[in-house]
């Protein structure tokens, strides 16, 4: 299993542009996440899913959007590009597992997003 | 709402000792669960320990143990026989089990820095 993996590692865009961040597990989990993480602070939850075709938005999902169109997949989209969006973007899942649920979030490498 | 604080941002210890990172939260729920996750350099999330907090006994995993209060609502991990390998940022977290909405609320962070 290849866990939890993003596209893509690293990218630098110009104000106003306009990209995707894709996440993708292989381990059938019904939750997945966004999260981004800044100097000083820990991750910030962006948006979330519990599961296909589902989203939530999170603590800070201005000037994001998201999308789970198949159940691996769970994509951040940013349609105009800001530098206070420069940051480091983790996503996570976690299996709903019933009846016992897991909670634990299992994280993929994070994607290290600059804007100019 | 949900808080955790990392009192102590940056720790630095001599191979083979022990350390702790401390860890206390809020809330007023009764029924949850706290982690910790390690981040080396190479930004992946890694879990290392959890608890649930309605399980008495602290959470150990090898080297790694938990001491749980939950009146005084701390959680702090001890790190035995320390090795190069655990230097990485620490961030606590926490969650409420709530079907369908649970989310991690992460602290700040402590810089753990391992000496030769």
């Known amino acids: 299993n290849a866990g939890v993996t993003q596209t893509p590692k690293f990218r630098v865009l110009k104000t106003g542009q306009s990209m995707t961040l894709l996440c993708a597990q292989d381990?059938?989990?019904?939750?997945m996440y966004w999260y981004r993480q800044d100097p000083g602070m820990g991750l910030r939850l962006i948006h979330y899913s519990v599961g296909e075709g589902t989203t939530a938005k999170g603590e800070v999902p201005d000037g994001y959007n998201v999308s789970r169109l198949k159940k691996q997949n769970f994509l951040l989209g940013l349609e105009s590009a800001a530098p206070s969006q420069t940051s480091v973007y983790f996503c996570?899942?976690?299996?709903?597992?019933?009846?016992?649920?897991?909670?634990?979030?299992?994280f993929g490498p994070g994607t290290r997003l600059t804007v100019l | 709402a949900q808080t955790v604080t990392q009192s102590q941002p940056e720790m630095s210890v001599q191979e083979a000792e022990t350390v702790t990172l401390s860890c206390t939260y809020d809330t007023s729920e009764s029924n949850y669960y706290l982690f910790w996750y390690k981040q080396p350099p190479s930004r992946q999330m890694i879990l290392v320990i959890r608890q649930e907090a309605y399980k008495q006994q602290n959470a150990t995993e090898n080297r790694f143990s938990v001491n749980f209060q939950k009146a005084a609502k701390s959680f702090s991990l001890k790190i035995s026989d320390s090795q190069l390998g655990d230097t990485a940022m620490y961030f606590c977290?926490?969650?409420?089990?709530?079907?369908?909405?649970?989310?991690?609320?992460f602290g700040t962070g402590t810089r753990l820095t391992i000496i030769p």
């Open positions: 996570a899942s976690s299996s709903s597992g019933l009846p016992v649920r897991t909670d634990t979030q299992y």
């Open positions: 977290a926490f969650m409420i089990p709530n079907f369908g909405n649970e989310k991690l609320t």
């Open positions: 381990m059938n989990h019904e939750y």
